[in-house]
């Protein structure tokens, strides 16, 4: 098992960016690949990137490739989304979410570790 925690989000005005982090305390971290993952009012959850355990592979769905960049510190425990020239649409609840193989598929779900979120509001 692995136990997830978001921190970072905020309230900030569009154009600006803003960084993720996705901890954990548990060693068992480092073996699991990492995926971001947000939820706006009344829509489905949507998946915007994934890392691999080592941080050496990493994958975006098409339409998430340009402003989200996702990186891992290994020796922090911790995985990170950068967001660019936010906009009032990405305003949303932000997860992370564990999974032991890297997804590589615009549709992927997610694995069975999830976060409790973190909410991102971009006033316009």
């Known amino acids: 098992q692995v136990q997830l925690v978001e921190s970072g989000g905020r309230l900030v005005q569009a154009g600006g960016s803003l960084r993720l982090s996705c901890s954990s305390s548990?060693?068992?971290?480092?073996?699991?690949?990492i995926s971001w993952f947000r939820q706006a009012p009344g829509k489905e959850r949507t998946f915007i990137a994934a890392i691999d355990a080592s941080g050496e592979s990493t994958y975006y769905p098409d339409s998430m490739k340009g402003r989200f960049t996702i990186s891992r510190d290994s020796a922090k425990n911790t995985v990170f989304l950068q967001i660019a020239n936010l906009s009032p649409e990405d305003t949303a609840v932000y997860y992370c979410?564990?999974?032991?193989?890297?997804?590589?598929?615009?549709?992927?779900?997610?694995?069975?570790?999830w976060g409790q979120g973190t909410q991102v509001t971009v006033s316009s």
């Open positions: 548990g060693r068992s971290f480092i073996r699991y690949a």
């Open positions: 979410n564990a999974d032991p193989q890297l997804p590589k598929a615009s549709d992927y779900l997610g694995g069975n570790y």
